[in-house]
């Protein structure tokens, strides 16, 4: 291997783990989702979905009796789609909106990254190459 390539390597490998710490949500929390509104779907909701009947995680049509859940941005999808994804992950398949954790460390990361949006983030220039 030369010189290039195992440098290469070495930043790839910090890229990806810096990945995890940045972007490695940890699952929605309990209470969050228990909090989510389910219900089971009727024809008049279905016809207020309009165009918008399809579930994003399975990419099947919503059905008439399916048990649904809502995320406070508004999105929708089966309750079975969504809890196996809420599970691993804190935020909407759709649009990223983000439900509370019950990680401490994460919820205060993610205050200080709001905090910090828009300014740069000098973290970058840290890295030893
Ligand atoms: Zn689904
Ligand atoms: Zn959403």
């Not at 291997?1 to 490998?13: F, K, P, Q, S």
């Not at 460390?105 to 990254?113: F, Q, T, V």
């Not at 905090?115 to 828009?118: I, T, V, Y």
């Not at 740069?120 to 190459?129: A, G, H, L, T």
């Given at each position: 291997?030369?010189?290039?390539?195992?440098?290469?390597?070495?930043?790839?490998?910090y890229?990806?783990?810096?990945?995890?710490?940045?972007?490695?949500?940890?699952?929605?929390?309990?209470?969050?989702?228990?909090?989510?509104?389910?219900?089971?779907?009727?024809?008049?909701?279905?016809?207020n979905?309009?165009i918008?009947?399809?579930?994003?995680?399975?990419?099947?049509?919503?059905?008439?009796?399916?048990?649904?859940?809502?995320?406070?941005?508004?999105?929708?999808?089966?309750?079975?789609?969504?809890?196996?994804?809420?599970?691993?992950?804190?935020?909407?398949?759709?649009?990223?909106?983000?439900?509370?954790?019950?990680?401490e460390?994460?919820?205060?990361?993610?205050?200080?990254?709001n905090?910090?949006?828009?300014s740069?983030?000098?973290?970058?220039?840290?890295?030893?190459?």
């Open positions: 291997m030369n010189y290039e390539e195992e440098e290469i390597e070495t930043l790839l490998n890229i990806m783990n810096n990945d995890t710490n940045r972007y490695g949500s940890p699952p929605a929390s309990k209470k969050e989702i228990e909090k989510l509104n389910k219900y089971i779907l009727t024809k008049e909701k279905l016809d979905f309009g918008e009947n399809i579930c994003s995680v399975c990419k099947e049509e919503f059905q008439i009796g399916n048990e649904m859940l809502d995320l406070p941005c508004k999105h929708y999808f089966h309750k079975d789609c969504l809890m196996p994804w809420l599970n691993q992950h804190d935020s909407c398949p759709i649009c990223r909106f983000e439900l509370k954790t019950e990680d460390d994460y919820e205060k990361m993610k205050i200080e990254r905090r910090n949006n828009g740069s983030n000098n973290s970058e220039q840290n890295i030893r190459v």
